[in-house]
């Protein structure tokens, strides 16, 4: 499906975000309680609140099934730029980091993903491993808490710079994303089915509109940058 539309407005586009689906409360729970769910999880964590939040991410790298990436620029502008231009039309609606093995695999949906051919491509987990510092060590740990009120909404403004989920084993997960209209990095934790939605999207569950805030103040640059470069040399368009 066709989702991004740069020119939405605020309360549409969040209707458009499939994954803002959360469970009231739980990410609170994991950040400062030892585990969620069951699940492992850090039993005192310190610091700031990025810093607690990589924590806990850290905590449960084991756990991961997938990474997905959709409804931002990023993925619906830079990357369907770099295909558009491999084979004219050609529009990026999603993307998957699948862990399996000596090597991840990078999966390309395009769309309309019913139709469409997927793209397929090999990343090293050491490659991976080093995004992924990007993103946790080097990105969120680094953000500071935000001064006063948050927003009224998640996100606040758009389009979105990135809108990323990871996807754990015990059918939760973690969505995070940030838009330099606002500065804002906004995070929660969810649940989802284990399976996907008609459009090959994860088909997330549960929700409350209550995110964590942290100010993004550049420090996702470099994660972004990484991963369009992950993607475009490693998967062409089929």
């Excluded at 397929?120 to 969120?140: C, F, H, K, Y």
């Amino acid at each position: 499906m066709k989702s991004f539309d740069t020119g939405i407005s605020r309360k549409a586009a969040a209707s458009v975000l499939v994954a803002c689906l959360i469970t009231v409360g739980v990410f609170t729970a994991a950040i400062y309680l030892p585990g969620m769910n069951g699940g492992p999880g850090p039993t005192n964590p310190s610091g700031s609140l990025g810093t607690r939040v990589a924590t806990y991410l850290s905590s449960r790298a084991d756990d991961v099934e997938f990474y997905w990436m959709c409804n931002c620029t990023l993925v619906n502008v830079d990357l369907t730029q770099f295909y558009d231009s491999q084979h004219s039309g050609a529009f990026v609606d999603g993307v998957y980091v699948n862990r399996s093995g000596s090597d991840h695999e990078i999966v390309v949906l395009f769309s309309p993903y019913n139709v469409a051919p997927v793209g397929r491509g090999d990343i090293s987990v050491s490659a991976w491993t080093t995004i992924t510092a990007a993103i946790i060590d080097n990105g969120i740990a680094q953000m500071d808490d935000i001064e006063g009120a948050p927003p009224d909404e998640a996100p606040s403004a758009f389009p979105l710079n990135i809108y990323f989920s990871i996807f754990f084993d015990d059918d939760t997960c973690f969505l995070a994303g940030f838009s330099s209209e606002d500065g804002y990095f906004w995070m929660h934790n969810g649940t989802w089915t284990g399976g996907f939605t008609e459009s090959g999207h994860p088909d997330v569950t549960s929700w409350s509109l209550t995110p964590i805030w942290l100010v993004e103040g550049g420090h996702m640059a470099t994660a972004i940058s990484q991963l369009y470069t992950a993607v475009t040399s490693t998967v062409s368009y089929p």
